[in-house]
């Protein structure tokens, strides 16, 4: 935990103007106002709530929610050289109850004896389970704090929501290759914070793909920028060309993003079920393969594929059913890798199908009678007359045997009264 003194001179250390020359890149380069700070123009442009919070010193409390390398941690840094509250470092990785306990007797002090603000900035607040994120309700409530929480965790499902209806949400983005690239512009040619002593540069090719390793996280990108330029042998001019062979020297292969137990699980799922449901093989392949170098599990995806079979695909193709439950087997049968092209032939044989959704859409409008008429009875004659008392009450009594009568197929009733005539199933015509 780290505490800010009074007079605001620092969020950490290195927050200072000079520079820790053993810090990494990413720190070093770290915006040291709005100037630098590029990528969250929508939240932090001059013009936006935001922004102008910040600078009139009027933030109330806030979940600052965005993937890794986003700035949310800039961002807090910024907000303490802003205001004139003391801002306060807490971590829900290291911090526990106790300390926060402390920390919100400080504050209650500083605001009764002093009329001073304090601004709480909670890391990784999802690392709270939510018996604990309760602990911050009555102090955020009383105004003891003024609470900042970065989470990389969508706060709909992390953050209880006595604490959400609080505070502001306010979402940063993954950065844009644009505003990647020019992070990376920027810490090749700052020769004080940055890589500017090496006279490094970037091929075309090498910046492209630093930018996509780089996966909106700048952070990362910073990272790798920095190793391979200080793992790259300078020319004989003494310059540093950082090209494909290069980066193919220096760096291995990114893990790309992906949580299975998170939001980007259910993200990356409803893009390949409505690619497969809009009928576009390439867009369905595509969030396949990010499932599968994420480390899915195939079987996840095999159960989908079944699902969707009878969901979108119906009786316009009724062999869909067989192909999804044959990939299933085949994925159990053959694991992986290998059961990613069996994955593939069904994702593409399930996305290039006509579809058919009546089965679906009739049992959802069966399900919604059934709930608002309750338990209407079943008709006499299609009642079993199992028992010579059930026959004395008229128990199948006028039921018509479709094989020997087939006019009883459409002229027979099979719908409770109340119901007569309703049509659930409504299939497309071919």
């Not at 479709?402 to 015509?429: T, W």
Request: aromatic fraction near 8%.
């Amino acid at each position: 935990m780290t505490q800010l003194p009074d007079d605001q001179s620092a969020l950490f250390p290195q927050d200072d103007e000079s520079v820790d020359a053993s810090a990494p890149l990413a720190e070093r380069m770290r915006p040291r106002d709005f100037a630098e700070f590029v990528g969250q123009e929508e939240i932090i442009a001059q013009d936006r709530p935001l922004r102008r919070a910040i600078e009139s010193d009027s933030l109330t409390s806030a979940i600052l929610w965005g993937p890794p390398g986003s700035g949310k941690t800039t961002l807090a840094r910024l907000i303490a050289r802003r205001t004139k509250a003391t801002f306060v470092f807490f971590s829900a990785i290291t911090g526990g109850i106790p300390e926060l306990r402390r920390l919100i007797k400080e504050a209650e002090e500083r605001r009764v004896r002093r009329k001073q603000k304090t601004i709480l900035f909670v890391d990784e607040i999802h690392r709270f389970n939510k018996a604990q994120q309760d602990a911050f309700l009555p102090h955020v409530e009383k105004g003891t704090v003024i609470l900042l929480g970065a989470t990389t965790e969508n706060p709909s499902f992390e953050v209880i929501s006595p604490l959400l209806s609080r505070s502001m949400v306010v979402v940063l983005k993954s950065l844009s290759d644009e505003a990647m690239g020019q992070i990376l512009d920027r810490a090749l040619a700052d020769p004080e914070r940055g890589l500017g002593r090496f006279k490094a540069a970037l091929s075309q090719e090498a910046r492209r793909r630093l930018v996509g390793f780089g996966n909106g996280d700048a952070r990362a990108a910073l990272t790798a920028l920095e190793f391979v330029v200080t793992q790259t042998k300078p020319g004989p001019d003494g310059r540093v060309l950082v090209d494909e062979a290069a980066l193919d020297a220096a760096l291995l292969k990114k893990a790309l993003r992906y949580d299975r137990a998170g939001e980007e699980h259910y993200n990356l799922i409803s893009a390949y079920i409505k690619s497969m449901r809009d009928s576009d093989p390439d867009g369905a392949l595509y969030w396949l393969a990010r499932m599968l170098e994420g480390g899915e599990d195939p079987r996840f995806i095999a159960r989908r594929m079944v699902i969707f079979a009878s969901e979108d695909v119906g009786n316009a193709d009724p062999l869909a059913l067989l192909v999804a439950t044959s990939v299933f087997h085949a994925v159990e049968f053959v694991g992986l890798p290998e059961a990613q092209i069996n994955l593939a032939q069904g994702t593409t044989y399930l996305a290039t199908r006509p579809k058919d959704n009546a089965s679906y859409a009739g049992l959802l409008e069966a399900v919604r009678d059934a709930q608002e008429f309750g338990n209407l009875p079943v008709p006499l004659h299609l009642r079993n007359a199992v028992t010579s008392l059930m026959k004395d009450l008229g128990y199948g009594k006028g039921y018509r045997y479709v094989h020997e009568d087939p006019a009883a197929k459409k002229e027979q009733g099979h719908l409770p009264e109340q119901l007569k005539g309703k049509r659930y199933y409504k299939p497309k015509k071919p």
